[in-house]
């Protein structure tokens, strides 16, 4: 049998502490079962019965009776809120939006999210768009060893569908290396890495210490232990887990791309729980790389997205495949410039 998803009840004396902690419980995946003050607590309030309950009060004294009740008859853990939560649009809200994930792990463990990888048959993933034929500028370029450009795919959940039409849609002739963070039970890795390179001309693999980034090449994160770059692509394990409650971390391998390979990499977020990459991704934005997202519209899930572009730092949002003719087209220009200046 299925464990059920974790449910949280949540309760704070403000209507935006109130709105901002259930936005950032349910997009992180977990149910949530109440969201109100305490002064609007119908009867039945304690038969709902959650997994844990998050409090945050402002005002403590205020509400007395209802935190005597609580504790007195609560059967199931209290977690209290100290702080609380800074705009959406603050350079502060990724990270308290990742501690208070770390409490819920804590409290109830991670949301029962699993990704169904057998459904990625090509007519339910190829649902609009064709491959984009090889400008003339791909067929010139003298083959090498180190990649020219790397870009970090961010994804959890639906990310495979839209990672794999993402690909489907691009010419195998891209001088890009991709590395793909998704967040996947790291049992799936090798089925992915089937799924995405069955209907294009990509070669996928996880990318275990030791391998290589080159063009025409998606290497998937593993999910047991952290990975960093040399500057000539070559995948180094860190002997250690990722950072943070997400392996793969998207804002980890986001990072290491980012100060191996400066405005050489890139990065594009695709649908997604939760906010893996919202910290990272301004980062590289300040380094002269571009930052894409899926748009919201055409996401299974777009809280990740969504919680990168809150940080202002995406200059272009699109479906898979309207990203992919970008991204064509983004190095069909980079390439022309460099062989005007030359």
Known sequence: MTPANPRIGIIADTSLQCHLLSSAVRGHGYDVVLATDPGN?????????????????????????????????????????????????????????RRLLAKLLDYVGKP?????????????????????????????????????????????????????????????????????????????????????????GFTCQVGHDGSALRHGTVLIAPVEYAVTFTGTGRVCSMGKPWDGPYAPSIDQAIQNASLSFGPRAGAVLFSGMGNDGSIAAPQMAARGAPVWAQSAESCAVSSQPDAVRDTGCVTFNGAPDVLARQLVERVRRELRSAASAG
């Open 41 to 97: 607590l119908e009867p039945d309030w304690l038969a709902r019965k959650p997994d844990l309950w998050v409090v945050d009060l402002t005002h403590e004294d205020r509400w007395q009776v209802f935190l005597d009740t609580l504790l007195e008859q609560a059967a199931v853990p209290i977690l209290f809120c100290d702080n609380q939560a800074p705009a959406k649009i603050a350079p502060e809200y990724p990270r308290w939006e």
């Open 112 to 200: 029962r999210i699993r990704e169904e990888l057998a459904t990625l048959a090509p007519d339910n993933v190829r649902a609009r768009g064709e491959a984009v034929q090889a400008p003339q500028e791909f067929h010139a370029l003298p083959q090498g060893d180190a990649p020219d450009r790397v870009w970090v795919l961010g994804a959890s959940l639906g990310g495979p569908a839209a990672v794999k039409l993402f690909l489907d849609c691009l010419p195998p002739e891209l001088p890009v290396a991709f590395f793909l963070a998704q967040h996947i039970d790291g049992g799936f890795l090798d089925t992915l890495a089937k799924v995405l390179c069955r209907d294009n």
